[in-house]
């Protein structure tokens, strides 16, 4: 097991205890979201500015940070909205339907082919994705707002995975980080005015969850996942990321009880073995 890959792993079972954190959390979700980027932003500015780390790379990265950094906000926001207004497993899946638009954003934007491996683990897993979420859901397009919202939030997610590649190749982890960070705050405060939303009066338990979902899911989780982006291909990442559905489903059920069914099950054992054959090219594992 590689670093980047332990690195990676260690990131998805963190982040699969976000949806049911953003459940328990009585702040509205655009808020919830800036203060997710903002408690880390405010640990990890200061940290790299003294390490003098914080350099700032040529135009034409620091606006793919930039880029990267508001592309995960919106990413965020909306599926705090999907999570709030549906099922934590349905709006994790949705959101995670990533790995199409990464494929066709690394073959435009990164000029990288994905594998037939990969393109056949992505439909074996987009099928386990309808099983999950239900057939029925699709052959009549029963799609309600919060299925809708997820969907683009997947798109915005998977414009965060590829632009933070391509800044990553030429940028340290850590400077890029602080960037990224920086913007998605910046963004989403100035989210929070237009909507005049409230930054403040909500409970001990919400901001105890918003401290959680800032320094443990945002600075530590993402880290480690970035980690991984820089150093492994972004299709790989993004399907990794696809088994952060199943795992959010589980950690619902344990703790607010939400119901699973054997449907569900199957579905994400699907989207699991679509995820192995990725990893897989002409019956070699692939290191990255």
């Not at 992505?122 to 809708?148: C, H, N, P, R, Y």
């Not at 960070?181 to 237009?194: D, E, G, K, P, Q």
């Not at 959680?212 to 996942?225: D, E, F, K, S």
Request: charged letters at 10%.
């Amino acid at each position: 097991l590689t670093k980047e890959r332990l690195a990676l792993l260690v990131g998805v079972l963190i982040i699969s205890s976000y949806p049911t954190s953003v459940k328990m959390n009585a702040a509205p979700s655009s808020v919830a979201a800036f203060y997710r980027m903002a408690i880390a932003c405010a640990v990890l500015l200061p940290w790299v500015f003294f390490q003098k780390k914080l350099v700032l790379p040529k135009t034409s990265i620091l606006l793919l940070s930039i880029l990267s950094g508001i592309c995960l906000a919106a990413d965020i926001s909306l599926w705090n909205i999907a999570i709030k207004e549906s099922t934590i497993g349905q709006a994790t899946l949705l959101v995670n339907l990533a790995p199409i638009w990464v494929g066709l954003g690394s073959y435009f934007f990164l000029k990288q082919i994905p594998t037939r491996n990969f393109w056949i683990g992505t439909l074996v897993a987009l099928f386990g994705m309808v099983v999950f979420v239900g057939i029925k859901s699709f052959t009549k397009l029963e799609f309600d707002q919060a299925f809708i919202t997820a969907i683009i939030a997947s798109v915005f997610y998977a414009g965060y995975i590829i632009s933070s590649k391509n800044a990553l190749n030429e940028l340290a982890l850590l400077p890029f980080f602080a960037i990224s960070l920086a913007s998605s705050t910046l963004f989403l405060f100035i989210v929070n005015l237009i909507l005049k939303e409230p930054l403040i009066g909500f409970s001990n338990t919400s901001w105890l969850i918003l401290l959680y979902q800032g320094l443990v899911v945002q600075l530590t989780a993402w880290m480690l996942i970035n980690y991984a982006i820089k150093r492994m291909r972004a299709t790989r990442v993004s399907l990794s990321l696809l088994s952060q559905a199943f795992l959010s489903a589980l950690v619902a059920r344990m703790v607010l009880q939400e119901h699973i069914t054997n449907q569900m099950l199957l579905g994400g054992a699907v989207v699991i073995f679509g995820l192995a054959i990725t990893f897989y090219e002409g019956g070699q594992k692939l290191n990255r």
